[in-house]
C-alpha cells in the first residue's frame, strides 16, 4: 500500500494521458472494480473545482483571470502558493516526462539512440514551437493528443474484442481500500487544470470551464475503460505492484504489436503533456504580470512569451544536464507538486466561497445556490487527501521541505517584485 503511494509521482511520469494510464493500472490493482468508483468521487471533486475557477475567473474579467481574484481574497500568500504549485508541477514533470520517453524511445524503437539525447530533442522541439506562438504549439499538441488517444483507443478496443477468445486473469476481491489508496485517486486527475489561465483578455470563462470538465469526463471514461481491460488480462496484484503496468497489459493484448503501440502512446502523450507545462508556464507569467506580481518583462504577448518559455526550457534543461532526473530527490520534488497542486486547489474551493456574494451572474443562480455549500466541505476534502499522502510518504520530511521551500520562494518573488515597484 505505501509503495502505491510513495511512488506515484512515477505513475504520472509518463506524461498526462499515458502516466495517468500507469497510475489508474496501480489503483485497479489495489482496488479492482471499486477503481471506477474511486474515480468517479474525484471526477465529482474537480467538477466543482472547475466551478470554483469560473467563478472566480468571473470576478475578473481581465488578463489575470481567477488569479486576480485569488489574490484580492487571499493576498500574496494565496497567489504564492498557486505560483508555486504550478512552478513545482512544471519543472518536476518536464524534466521526468522527457527523460522517461527517451527511456521508451531508446527500449522500444531504436535502442542505439542515446535516450537523454531524445530527450533533448523533445525538449527544443517543444520550445521552437512556443518560441514561433501558442498557435503553432495548439494545433502541434492537438496532433499529439488525437495520436495517443487514438493508440489507447484501439488498445481498449483490441481488449474487449479477445476477452471472450481467451481465459482471464483472475482478479481478486479488493482489500485494500484504505484511506491512503483511495486518497491516491485524487491524483488521476493532476493537471486537468492547467488550461484555466486564458489566452487573452476575451477569453471566455464559461467555455473554459466547458472544456475542462470535457476533458474530465473523457479521462474517466477512457482510462477507466482502460482500467477495466487491465484488470481482465493482468492479475491485480501485479497491476498493484508494477512501475509499468499499461506495458504489461498491452503485451498481454496485442503482444508485441501491442508493446509498439502503448510506446506511441507514451512519447506521444509526453509531447502533449510537454506541450501543455509550456503553455501554462508562458500564460501564468504573463496573468502575473499583468497584475504586476511578477517582472513585467514576463508579461509577453497574447501570440507568445519569450521570456517565461525561455527560462523554462533553460531551467529543465539544467535539471537534466545535471543528471537530477535521475536521482531519487526528483520523485520527492514531483510528489511536491503535486500535494501543492492539491493544497492549491483546496484554496479554490474555500476563495470560491468567500466571494459568493460578489459572482454576479443571473443566468447561473441556480447553480450559485446548489453549489456554494459544497465549496467547503469540498475544500476541506482535499485538504485531508493532501495530510493522508503526506503522512504516509516514506520521505515526509524532505517533501515538506520541498513543499515549505516552493510556497517561501514564491512568496518571496512576490514581495521582491511589490517592493521593487514602490521605490
Known sequence: MEGFVCRYSWRYGAARLPGSSCLWGNLAGHLGPLFCLAALGAAGLYALSIHGYERLAAIRTDSGGYLAALHEWGGNAATALALGSRLVLILGLMTGILVTAGFVFNETFAYWFPNFAFAFLCLAA????????YRAAEKLQAGLLTIALAGLT???AAGFWEMGAQPLAKVDPSSAATPSVLAGALLLFVG??????PNDQRDDSQMRSIGLLAAVGITLLLLGLWGTVSLA????DRLAGSFIPHTLAARKIGGQAGRVLIGIVVIAGTGCAAMTLFSTAARMATALASLHLLPRFLEGSSRRNIPAVALTAGTVAVLMAAGFAGQPELEVFIRAGFLL??????????AAYGTAQRFASSASGARKRWSTPVQIPAGLFAMAGTVCLWIVDQQRGLLAVYM????AGA??????VRWIGTQ
Open 233 to 236: 488480462y493482468v492479475p491485480s
Open 126 to 133: 517543444g520550445t521552437l514551437v512556443h518560441l514561433w506562438g
Open 192 to 197: 486537468f487544470d492547467l488550461g484555466t489561465h
Open 154 to 156: 484501439a488498445l481498449i
Open 404 to 407: 515549505l521551500a516552493a510556497w
Open 411 to 416: 512568496a518571496a518573488i512576490l514581495a521582491g
Open 341 to 350: 497542486w492539491l493544497l492549491h486547489l483546496a484554496l479554490v474551493h474555500l
